[in-house]
């Protein structure tokens, strides 16, 4: 793993919340059920996911969001979609993929340990038709680069990054933003 990488999974593990519930890995305090019932259910009445697109998430964790959506789906629309995504923790990409296979909808997903700050670096350009970040956040690294000297720059950046991967007239969803330091 590049050095970069690893210190932004040092910063992660260090600041992330506790959660007494061994299925949260992103920490949210929550379950994987209430997750879906309470926010995966609303992003899928809004987003038009059809049958053979193809959908990124980025920053996917544990694959909640993703998997959510293929379960919430309906059968012949969520086993058609092609789920993608990339993480920088390894482990959650594991619990990602182990959790898309054995759901409802039972989907073999694309995963990769990767950079969301620098999508356009190893994705393909207009590629998808829905690209998703669940919960977007600042990491204390965006001082580094000049053009990202801030959260809000940082952010920006994260943005126009999914936006530059997601085909004319797709669509880029973010849950949530968080303020930095969680």
Not at 29 to 35: A, F, I, K
Not at 42 to 51: K, Q, S, T
Not at 113 to 124: E, I, Y
Request: hydrophobic residues 45%.
């Amino acid at each position: 793993m590049p050095a970069k990488y690893a210190e932004l999974v040092r910063w992660y593990e260090a600041h992330a919340r506790q959660s007494e519930i061994p299925e949260d890995l992103g920490r949210w305090g929550v379950t994987y059920r209430e997750y879906v019932d309470e926010f995966v259910a609303a992003v899928a009445g809004e987003l038009p996911i059809a049958p053979r697109d193809a959908v990124f998430e980025s920053a996917v964790g544990a694959g909640w969001l993703l998997r959510g959506l293929a379960e919430l789906l309906p059968r012949e629309v969520g086993r058609t979609v092609e789920w993608c995504g990339n993480d920088i923790i390894p482990a959650a990409l594991d619990a990602a993929r182990a959790g898309l296979l054995r759901g409802e909808g039972g989907v073999a997903p694309t995963l990769c340990v990767g950079d969301s700050a620098n999508l356009t670096g190893w994705v393909p350009r207009a590629r998808f038709d829905a690209t998703l970040c669940g919960y977007l956040e600042a990491l204390p690294l965006y001082g580094r680069e000049p053009h990202l000297a801030s959260e809000e720059a940082w952010r920006g950046h994260w943005c126009a990054e999914m936006a530059a991967i997601t085909r004319p007239g797709g669509h880029v969803f973010v849950g949530n933003i968080a303020p930095l330091g969680l």
